[in-house]
């Protein structure tokens, strides 16, 4: 295929050493012979590709100098979109790279839409669909382990199982024309159907494995949504704090203060907990706080994992058992805070009422006892599983999607054959599979999807 050509600046926007404004298309090449002066004045069209040039950006009207550059030069379509890179490293800083940039603009190229480049390389075959979401995670990712699965991802490494599942359903659907095309021998029938449901267990079995790593996964991607509950003034606020060891949320003395629910990112262990900071949650007369408090029950249900303060230095108060029992069947780790007061609170109640959720000890005014916690929940999710690099994560809210489709209608195939229905029915169940499958890996999407998910991606990618 054949595009206009496209730019944009490439690097983070800010102060850098370094930024790069990157074209890309069949004039990417012209385009910069026409802004740029080499020491020797070489033709850039003429020279290797894959190769670096050390020169000038001049305006060619004026013959004025714009920046001195080093500028990549990569043919396609050994390049990311397939076609003609050129990419012009310039010197950091916003007014530097603006005025590359409109250079590059007046001399031919078109400002690139977010997601332009890889949208390119998916429609060039460069890249399928799964692998081009994968860039759009990378560019996200919150911890090393998050970046790993992308990684993993934009490698291929879901495209291929995807593929060889497509592939295993393909070779169903032929074994059924077979029977059709040849309804007269009986024994055909009587392996076909054996045959269609060995196989699609199998597709179906995968299936399942992928859907498996889901939650996992889209705790990698989205980050692992935590509530810090507690009665006012236990040490919520506090916690948060040591947890993100920035103090963004509001810690104060007054009881029931902090009304606003407040988010933060926070890298335990390579897992990204997504911090909620709640108002109290108990039964109150006043107004303000009654709207914190709502609000804080809806987000207790979405909970991944709870956080219960307790004082150590109080004793358990109905409002506490109340609390865990609004969590019970929920994961949740009991903190008792405080630990530097005297203790006031009754062990073996607490124990009682944690069941086998585990409790830790903290001062978090001495700072004490927030590693242990950070030990607990990090064990909590991720024992064991997540350390072996080579599990097929999917994290991708579309992708889970469309396999809980897949599972359904493969299930569909599996108990037709089993109730021996005509073969062309169980047909259709198996190309829908088939068909559901390639949406992942986009080949068999409608461009309409292909345009709003590329419009997701950063400018610049
Ligand atoms: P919240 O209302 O549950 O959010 O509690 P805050 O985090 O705002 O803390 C309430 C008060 O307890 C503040 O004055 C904190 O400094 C104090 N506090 C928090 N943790 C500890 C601790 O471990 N020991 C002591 N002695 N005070 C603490
Ligand atoms: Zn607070």
């Not at 790279?97 to 460069?126: D, S, Y």
């Not at 291929?156 to 593929?163: D, E, M, T």
Request: hydrophobic share 40%; aromatic share 4%.
């Amino acid at each position: 295929m054949e595009f206009d050509t496209i730019t944009a600046i490439s690097t983070p926007m800010g102060e850098g050493a370094i930024a790069i404004v990157r074209l890309s298309g069949s004039e990417a090449i012209s385009i910069a012979d026409q802004i740029f002066r080499s020491p020797g004045n070489k033709n850039l069209s003429s020279q290797v590709s894959h190769t670096i040039h050390y020169g000038h950006l001049i305006e060619p009207e004026s013959g004025e100098v714009v920046e001195e550059v080093m500028l990549s030069l990569m043919k396609g379509p050994k390049t990311f979109t397939r076609e003609d890179v050129v990419e012009i490293n310039c010197h950091g800083g916003i007014i530097t790279v603006n005025r590359v940039l409109q250079l590059v603009l007046r001399h031919g190229a078109r400002l690139a839409e977010p997601g332009e480049f890889t949208k390119r390389a998916f429609l060039n075959g460069r890249i399928d669909l799964s692998q081009a979401e994968a860039v759009m995670d990378l560019i996200r990712a919150k911890t090393d382990r998050a970046m790993n699965v992308a990684l993993g991802q934009m490698d291929g490494k879901l495209s291929r199982l995807i593929a060889s599942l497509r592939q295993a359903l393909l070779e169903t659907l032929a074994q059924v024309e077979v029977n059709i095309d040849y309804p007269e021998y009986d024994d055909v029938e009587e392996m076909t159907l054996p045959m269609i449901i060995e196989k699609s267990s199998w597709v179906k079995q995968e299936i399942e494995g992928l859907l498996r790593t889901s939650s996992q996964g889209k705790i990698l991607r989205e980050g692992l949504s935590t509530v810090i509950i507690g009665r006012p003034n236990v040490g919520k606020s506090s916690l948060l704090n040591s947890l993100v060891q920035e103090n963004k949320a509001i810690v104060t003395d007054v009881a029931g203060t902090t009304r606003d629910i407040i988010e933060e990112y926070v890298n335990v262990r390579g897992v990204p907990l997504k911090l909620v900071d709640t108002a109290g949650i108990r039964e109150t007369e006043d107004i303000v706080e009654r709207i914190g408090v709502e609000r804080s029950r809806q987000v207790l249900k979405q909970a991944d994992l709870i956080l219960l303060v307790l004082n150590h230095s109080d004793e358990l108060t109905p409002e506490d058992v109340r609390l865990f029992e609004a969590i019970e069947g929920m994961d949740f780790i009991v903190v008792i805070n405080k630990t530097d007061l005297e203790k006031k609170i009754d062990s073996q109640h607490v124990e009682e009422l944690a069941g086998n959720r585990k409790i830790v000890t903290t001062s978090l005014l001495q700072e004490e006892g927030v590693d242990q916690l950070e030990e607990a929940i990090a064990s909590l999710f991720f024992e064991g599983s997540l350390e072996s690099g080579d599990l097929t994560y999917v994290s991708n809210a579309r992708h889970i999607a469309l396999l809980h489709q897949a599972k359904q209608t493969i299930e569909d195939a599996i108990d037709a054959a089993h109730a021996a229905v005509p073969i062309d029915m169980i047909q259709i169940d198996v190309t829908r599979t088939w068909e559901i499958l390639g949406e992942i890996t986009g080949d068999t999407v409608e461009e309409s999807l292909i345009d709003q998910l590329f419009s997701q991606f950063c400018l610049g990618k």
